[in-house]
T-cell receptor, first 113, second 113 residues
Framework: GENVEQHPSTLSVQEGDSAVIKCTYS??????FPWYKQELGKRPQLIID?????GEKKDQRIAVTLNKTAKHFSLHITETQPEDSAVYFC????????????FGGGTRLMVKP | DVKVTQSSRYLVKRTGEKVFLECVQD?????MFWYRQDPGLGLRLIYF???????EKGDIPEGYSVSREKKERFSLILESASTNQTSMYLC????????????FGPGTRLTVL
């Protein structure tokens, strides 16, 4: 089955710096890669996603890149703000019908003012 | 606005008890999921349902069962709770199809003593 590895597990940056979180996946048939943000005590929420026919996608300060050959994808957050502090999860859709995802272990991002 | 609700935010049970966790969504979604969230392990899929009375095992189904008698409701059952089932349980729903957003409930923090 699919395996998703996420690094780093914790990341501390100064406000205004950039943050990068990386994930690798094992199943070359995976074609959908979402990123979820979970603030402390809150539910995970989708912040951006990318499909396998696209190499990069941006939404304001966040961007995701996908390298299908190497089977890895990354989340980039620019000009970080304290409200970006949260746990971020990457995921990959499993092969086959349905919408089952395999999640990475999560990255705790701390943005220091 | 999608709403996914879970019956309890916090639950304390004794070893050996039968435990029911309820999840309700109000967006007529076909897919519903139960995840377990533990630090460093991300979100691990317990069970998935793609229609009423239909279910598929996820990655860690041992010790759990599910019930989906109505489209909007998906229940997770711990037949005989054990201390290693102490965890955060998250329910999610999504429309039919692959590569679509999953909407999460607020979670139930279960403690088994």
């Amino acid at each position: 089955g699919e395996n998703v590895e996420q690094h780093p597990s914790t990341l501390s940056v100064q406000e205004g710096d950039s943050a990068v979180i990386k994930c690798t996946y094992s199943d070359s048939a995976s074609n959908y890669f979402p990123w979820y943000k979970q603030e402390l005590g809150k539910r995970p929420q989708l912040i951006i996603d990318i499909r396998s026919n696209v190499g990069e996608k941006k939404d304001q300060r966040i961007a995701v890149t996908l390298n299908k050959t190497a089977k890895h994808f990354s989340l980039h957050i620019t000009e970080t703000q304290p409200e970006d502090s949260a746990v971020y999860f990457c995921a990959a859709k499993r092969r086959g019908a349905g919408n089952m995802l395999t999640f990475g272990g999560g990255t705790r991002l701390m943005v220091k003012p | 606005d999608v709403k996914v609700t879970q019956s309890s935010r916090y639950l304390v049970k004794r070893t050996g008890e039968k435990v029911f966790l309820e999840c309700v969504q109000d967006m007529d979604h076909e897919n519903m999921f139960w995840y377990r969230q533990d630090p460093g392990l991300g979100l691990r899929l317990i069970y998935f349902s793609y229609d009423v009375k239909m279910k598929e095992k996820g990655d860690i189904p041992e010790g759990y069962s599910v019930s989906r008698e109505k489209k909007e409701r998906f229940s997770l059952i711990l037949e005989s709770a054990s201390t290693n089932q102490t965890s955060m349980y998250l329910c999610a729903s999504s429309p039919y199809g692959g590569g679509v957003e999953q909407f999460f409930g607020p979670g139930t923090r279960l403690t088994v003593l």
